[in-house]
């Protein structure tokens, strides 16, 4: 049962982000066609992010697998997007640092949950993380120093670093009872 089609679309994330990685930051990032590429890859991978789940729960393939794997395979590809755009001089290390210590907090945050038998199911503004997040990658990947798209990159990168604290105060202000001590 492990090898689903969700579970497939998962894997299938994590095996593409090697190759989108390559592309991106083969010759620096100057290649037009290397960007591209690196783009498709990556509007790929974000497809089975949004699939993997829809299909997972509409034809109850949900697996210990899926839960566990799905989130790691996202985490994996937007850290690793992000982190060429740090390396490509488009995106400030400082925010990038910002989001992967959201990630690692609210990871963290899930551990102590489920330990205590609670799911703590994705909010709205986590939603909003993620899209912003993508949005942005994409803007970037695309790299136009013409407008409109430049000033859409330009206004994305504080939207979403606003959006990834706010969608962090939110978890924990929502879930503080996980945090308390049960005597």
Same mark, same amino acid.
């Given at each position: ?13 994590? $095996? ?20 591209? $590429? ?40 937007? @850290?690793?997007?992000?982190? @060429? ?34 799911? $703590? ?14 949005? @942005? ?24 670093? $606003? ?21």
């Amino acid at each position: 049962m492990i090898w689903t089609l969700p579970n497939k679309l998962t894997v299938l994330r994590m $095996i593409l982000v090697p190759f989108f990685v390559a592309a991106l930051l083969i010759h620096n990032g100057e290649v037009f066609a290397l960007r591209m $590429i690196a783009l498709v890859l990556f509007l790929i991978a974000s497809l089975t992010d949004l699939l993997d789940g829809k299909i997972a729960r509409k034809y109850n393939l949900v697996t210990n697998f899926g839960k566990f794997m799905d989130p790691l395979a996202d985490k994996l590809l937007v @850290c690793s997007a992000l982190i @060429c755009l740090v390396q490509l001089g488009q995106l400030p290390a400082w925010i990038v640092i910002i989001i992967i210590s959201r990630e690692f907090i609210i990871s963290g945050f899930r551990l102590v949950a489920a330990d205590q038998g609670v799911v $703590i199911a994705a909010s709205m503004w986590g939603k909003s993380k993620t899209v912003s997040q993508m949005i @942005c990658i994409v803007l970037l990947i695309i790299n136009m120093e013409e407008p409109p798209l430049s000033v859409l990159a330009a206004i994305s990168i504080p939207v979403m670093t $606003i959006l990834t604290v706010v969608s962090l105060l939110d978890y924990l202000m929502k879930n503080k009872q996980v945090l308390e001590e049960k005597h």
